[in-house]
Nanobody
């Protein structure tokens, strides 16, 4: 079992930055790939970024490449999403996710562990 809790969301102006954090509890955290998804109002949940359990292999959705950076600290059971150059279309609830087999397909429907989400609002 893995429990996840996000923090760091809020209101920011376009062009600004936010750093989301996700703290995990559970013995298998270090065995899990970690990532983030987001869901905007009226839209399906979509993949944002993922990182392998070793903290090396990282993949990003095209719409965040060059703006968002994912990192993890296995000693602290933490995952971070640094978001720069934010746009109004980045407004969404951001969810931390974890699983041993982490598939970003279908909005992450196959992923076992989820946080409750943190709201990011980007004003124009």
């Amino acid at each position: 079992q893995v429990q996840l809790a996000e923090s760091g969301g809020g209101l920011v102006q376009a062009g600004g930055s936010l750093n989301l954090s996700c703290v995990a509890s559970g013995r298998i955290f270090s065995s899990c790939a970690m990532g983030w998804f987001r869901q905007a109002p009226g839209k399906e949940r979509e993949f944002v970024a993922r990182m392998g359990r070793e903290g090396i292999s990282t993949y990003y959705a095209d719409f965040v490449k060059g703006r968002f950076t994912l990192s993890r600290d296995n000693d602290k059971n933490m995952v971070y999403l640094q978001m720069n150059s934010l746009k109004p279309e980045d407004t969404a609830v951001y969810f931390c996710a974890a699983d041993i087999i982490f598939s970003p397909a279908d909005g992450g429907r196959g992923i076992d562990y989820w946080g409750k989400g943190t709201l990011v609002t980007v004003s124009s």
